[in-house]
């Protein structure tokens, strides 16, 4: 609670220096956002993963946002000519999806198509096969209803307390922090050998949240819709052996156009910060035929996003956060700049 604080009075803090027309410069040629779940507030004694749904109504509020500031919406595919333009229109708003849920077609849609903004899905084809977890989902399912999680998460057994909400919440904090930077597939084997002994089927839960092959075949189909491939099983690449890592992104992009007819352009790395991918992982996007690739890692569009397209950085629309002025604090790049002169 108390970084959520620093945080959220650090993004008021800068919304004032960008209302008072402060480093004007650093919001740079634009910003493409990271979005996971839209949809309605529904308030969770246990949400772990809160930071990953916002609701339509901020989505409607960031793009009425932005559009007042003079940004342009452009769709993923389209930015690297957009950046090329020796005069633009204005910064560019670029926004993007990651893994498919199903609540992107109910309720981003909706929103993206009454702003006429395109957007972009990142799809991995083990969610939409059913072949493949989603952790984070299983593991706020599983911890919720235990009173002591007991899990080898790398080193052998160990016994948390899971009783009270704290306890919950640190818990799942370890297990992410197990995962964070590590080949991940045995951990999360245990995870959900774990989930179904105790009566949740992790593979029944993507099936519920995210959507099918139909669904995004439908939603493709759409005037501002495109897919982007995410990898099959939507795992941290950096840590896969090399051909594991190239045959997860060639094989995701092949499903993809399975689904949408036409070969995907833009390819998200999976979590996408320096932990889960690098130069290795930025040659092989380029070299297997993408146009551009994004990662998670903070900051706005510059001139070296004109020559580093496979590494492009990301700014995640988080749940902590649902406020239109803190969309214009971000997109003003001023939290970059002094991150970077720290």
């Not at 008072?20 to 308030?43: C, E, K, Y």
């Not at 399912?141 to 998460?153: P, T």
Request: charged share 25%; glycine share 8%.
């Amino acid at each position: 609670m108390a970084k959520r604080a620093a945080i959220q009075g650090g993004l008021e803090a800068v919304s004032l220096l960008a209302r008072a027309g402060i480093m004007p410069r650093a919001r740079g040629m634009g910003a493409i956002f990271t979005l996971h779940h839209v949809r309605p507030a529904t308030p969770k004694q246990f949400d772990p993963a809160a930071h990953l749904s916002i609701t339509p109504e901020f989505l409607d509020a960031s793009i009425r946002r932005l559009k007042a500031e003079g940004y342009v919406p452009v769709a993923l595919d389209e930015l690297a000519s957009f950046l090329a333009l020796p005069e633009r229109p204005g910064p560019a708003m670029v926004f993007t999806l990651d893994d498919g849920y199903r609540d992107n077609d109910e309720h981003a849609r909706p929103v993206f198509e009454r702003h006429g903004v395109p957007y972009t899905i990142f799809v991995s084809g083990g969610f939409v096969d059913r072949t493949h977890s989603i952790w984070w989902e299983t593991a706020e399912q599983l911890i919720a209803k235990l009173d002591e999680f007991v899990f080898d998460f790398g080193a052998g057994e160990k016994a948390l307390p899971t009783r009270s909400m704290p306890e919950k919440y640190a818990a799942f904090d370890m297990l992410h922090k197990s995962l964070s930077c590590t080949e991940q597939e045995d951990i999360i084997a245990r995870l959900d050998a774990q989930a179904k002994d105790a009566g949740i089927c992790p593979t029944g839960i993507v099936d519920r949240e995210v959507m099918d092959e139909a669904e995004l075949r439908a939603i493709s189909e759409r005037p501002l819709c495109k897919l982007g491939a995410h990898t099959i099983g939507h795992v941290n690449l950096a840590h896969s052996p090399e051909a594991r890592m190239r045959d997860e992104i060639a094989r995701s992009a092949s499903r993809v156009e399975d689904i949408a007819g036409k070969t995907p352009k833009t390819f998200a790395y999976p979590y996408g910060d320096r932990c889960a991918a690098g130069p290795r992982e930025y040659a092989a996007a380029e070299e297997l035929g993408f146009d551009l690739a994004v990662t998670t890692n903070p900051g706005v569009l510059n001139e070296r996003s004109t020559w580093q397209r496979f590494a492009l950085p990301r700014i995640s629309l988080n749940g902590y956060y649902q406020r239109g002025r803190y969309v214009g604090a971000l997109a003003s790049g001023i939290p970059f700049a002094f991150s970077k002169s720290a």
